[in-house]
T-cell receptor, first 112, second 114 residues
Framework: QKEVEQNSGPLSVPEGAIASLNCTYS??????FFWYRQYSGKSPELIMF????GDKEDGRFTAQLNKASQYVSLLIRDSQPSDSATYLC????????????FGSGTQLTVLP | DGGITQSPKYLFRKEGQNVTLSCEQN?????MYWYRQDPGQGLRLIYY???????QKGDIAEGYSVSREKKESFPLTVTSAQKNPTAFYLC?????????????FGSGTQLSVL
């Protein structure tokens, strides 16, 4: 069973702080990694994807990938109350065509 | 506007009844997916289709059925064999071959049992 593990939280950070969200995965052959944001009762929306070791930055968001440790993270700088949501980590495993395996999500609350 | 349309937004099922959730996309995407989400959980794959007239079981296909007669449409039937159908159902599609290809999601259907 190929798994994606996330700390369910809730994670609370003050406004303006850095929020750090973590995800581990079980298959070393995994190819690509995605972070989705989901507001309550809504569908997920893609924030970032990464497939090479290292950091990838997009505005206030940075994805970090360490394939040796089977670890991917999402940093949110200058957190805003509007960032309060559940963040889902998803992994495309090798040989899995186009399917994604999702973690259970981390609930983030940014306190004003 | 291009996108994925799911209907209905809310659906109620009586015991022993089959119900069908609609999913239509006008993005010209080849691949379509159905996911189930339970409260506080991630998304679990029910079925997926990479091409018209072909589909594959996901991780939790038991009690569900699908069809893909048209590129634009991928309806999901929740059969009476699915004993715990209450969940949020999400349809998604994707297009290309790229490693980072994006999943586009519909707005979801909340299914409840009467």
């Amino acid at each position: 069973q190929k798994e994606v593990e996330q700390n369910s939280g809730p994670l609370s950070v003050p406004e303006g702080a850095i929020a750090s969200l973590n995800c581990t995965y079980s298959d070393r052959g995994s190819q690509s990694f995605f972070w989705y944001r989901q507001y309550s009762g809504k569908s997920p929306e893609l924030i970032m994807f990464i497939y090479s070791n290292g950091d990838k930055e997009d505005g206030r968001f940075t994805a970090q990938l360490n394939k040796a440790s089977q670890y991917v993270s999402l940093l949110i700088r200058d957190s805003q109350p509007s960032d309060s949501a559940t963040y889902l980590c998803a992994v495309r495993y090798s040989g899995s065509a186009r399917q994604l395996t999702f973690g259970s999500g981390t609930q983030l609350t940014v306190l004003p | 506007d291009g996108g994925i349309t799911q209907s209905p937004k809310y659906l109620f099922r009586k015991e022993g009844q089959n119900v069908t959730l609609s999913c239509e996309q006008n993005l010209n995407h080849d691949a379509m997916y159905w996911y189930r989400q339970d409260p506080g959980q991630g998304l679990r794959l029910i079925y997926y289709s990479q091409i018209v007239n072909d589909f594959q079981k996901g991780d939790i296909a038991e009690g569900y059925s699908v069809s893909r007669e048209k590129k634009e449409s991928f309806p999901l039937t929740v059969t009476s064999a699915q004993k715990n159908p209450t969940a949020f159902y999400l349809c998604a599609s994707s297009s290309g071959q790229a490693t980072g290809e994006k999943l586009f999601f519909g707005s979801g259907t909340q299914l409840s049992v009467l």
